[in-house]
């Protein structure tokens, strides 16, 4: 046996050849054993020596020129961030007490992780559903593929199930190198019965869906693929909707929508003409401080009515009977609303504007007596149905003098000047202006006369 070593070390090219010269023993210290657990891409590959012997020098080598030299006892080498190309037969070498060149292995497996992705037919409630997934790293050809679909356990890489709602899903995927790759996913499914109109459905009101995924709308009978249509009938018409989500799945909804009634109304009261249909903004006359007016239905198949008399004042402001009447006890406009239905219970809705006036009346007495008397010793001016803010009156005497003078309608004339001395019986001028409660200015130009 040759006892003369040396160890020539050649670098070339950035690579570093090792070249034993002697004679190498395939003995190995007792138990000592070089250990490489397999890992993952992007894992930490640890090369550890075990049971060493703390009193020799071992050298490292391996895949992509590797060389490396154990010391301070540390006998774990780590490759962080390991890739394929870490893979491949890893060399320790030592010198033995005996001066004999020794040396054992191990071989690395980095293996890649699952890269996985799913597929699906439609998935559909109460329909059959094939999902596949697939290992891109591999195509899938030795990985295991684990599923729980709502705690149910499917394996392989097709699976199929008919879902009876929305799920959860967890998929776990194994190489053979045992690199694992876990993903969850929930899918949610509209119900069958997702879709419903609301009741009724009537003629001129908007049906509307809300889907709960992109999708496209077909109506029926009208072909309207829009997730609104404004359906317009004048018989009971069947309407459905054929909804295809994004997905692949079917809904179909549908109902009946029904005739409307179309509301009309008139009303009666006493006007400057009488009693009579009020119209064309006619005005309604009040009598003892209240105006009574009668309402009647003209709706074609009305069935139930609800009114409101716009007198919010009123406590009787409401009716549901089909000719009701209301009494006004102030003058104004008013707007009346007749809400009608008919037995589909779909509704119309009208209104008209009632206005309410009090009679003009103004009476201008032609005499008075201001003697004290207790009888006719003021003179007074009275009437209904005008503005109090827009009132003037002006007395003069023959002489065209301004004797008297007033703003306020209920003010009277005592026939004493502003000193306390009472005027000659005489024949005095008025002129008294006014507004109407419908904006009418009049005028008027009259005498009275004192008396004593």
Not at 3 to 11: E, G, P, Q, R, W
Not at 295 to 319: A, C, H, I, L, P
Not at 322 to 335: E, F, L, M, N, R
Request: hydrophobic share 35%.
């Amino acid at each position: 046996m040759q006892t003369c070593y040396n160890l020539i070390v050649m670098k070339q090219f950035c690579f570093i050849f090792v070249v034993w010269i002697g004679v190498m023993s395939s003995s190995v210290l007792y138990g000592t054993s070089l250990q490489i657990k397999p890992v993952c891409v992007g894992d930490t590959l640890k090369i550890e020596i075990i049971d060493p012997d703390s009193t020799v020098m071992y050298q490292l080598t391996g895949p992509l020129s590797l060389f490396y030299n154990f010391s301070d006892s540390i006998y774990t080498y780590a490759i962080p961030n390991a890739n394929i190309s870490h893979n491949g037969t890893y060399y320790v070498f030592y010198t033995d007490s005996s001066g004999n060149i020794q040396t054992f292995s191990a071989v690395a497996a980095v293996s890649n992780k699952p890269i996985v992705s799913v597929t699906s037919s439609p998935i559909c409630v109460g329909s059959q559903v094939v999902m596949t997934a697939t290992d891109a790293s591999t195509g899938g050809m030795l990985t295991t593929f684990v599923w729980n679909i709502n705690s149910s356990i499917f394996t392989g890489n097709e699976i199929t199930f008919v879902p009876l709602g929305g799920f959860t899903c967890y998929l776990t995927a194994i190489s053979q190198g045992g690199c694992s790759f876990d993903t969850v996913f929930t899918i949610s499914i509209a119900p069958e019965n997702y879709f419903t109109f609301s009741s009724p459905m009537c003629s001129g009101d908007p049906l509307t869906i809300t889907p709960f995924q992109e999708g496209t709308f077909l109506w029926h009978p009208t072909g309207e693929t829009t997730p609104t249509i404004i359906p317009k009938v004048d018989v009971a018409t069947i309407y459905s909707l054929d909804f295809t989500s994004k997905t692949g799945c079917t809904f179909t909804v549908e109902g009946i929508v029904y005739p409307k009634p179309e509301a009309v109304f008139s009303m009666r009261g006493i006007t400057e003409s009488g009693y009579k249909d009020v119209v064309n903004k006619e005005t309604v006359i009040m009598y003892n401080d209240e105006a009574i007016i009668d309402f009647f239905d003209q709706t074609e198949s009305s069935t139930r009515w609800y009114w409101d008399f716009g007198d919010g004042y009123s406590q009787n402001n409401f009716s549901y009977k089909q000719d009701p009447s209301h009494i006004y006890t102030d003058p104004g406009k008013y707007s009346i609303r007749l809400y009608a239905y008919n037995n589909f219970d779909c509704q119309d809705v009208t209104s008209q504007d009632l206005y309410i006036e009090l009679p003009f009346l103004f009476y201008i007495p032609n005499a008075f007596s201001p003697n004290d008397d207790g009888v006719n010793d003021l003179f007074c001016v009275s009437g209904e149905g005008f503005s109090k803010e827009n009132f003037a009156m002006n007395i003069y005497d023959r002489h065209n003098r301004l004797l008297y003078h007033t703003d306020n309608p209920d003010d009277c004339w005592s026939g004493l000047a502003s000193n306390g001395k009472s005027y000659p019986i005489d024949v005095y001028y008025l002129n008294i202006q006014l507004m109407t409660l419908e904006g009418e200015i009049k005028e008027y130009h009259s005498t009275v006369t004192l008396v004593r």
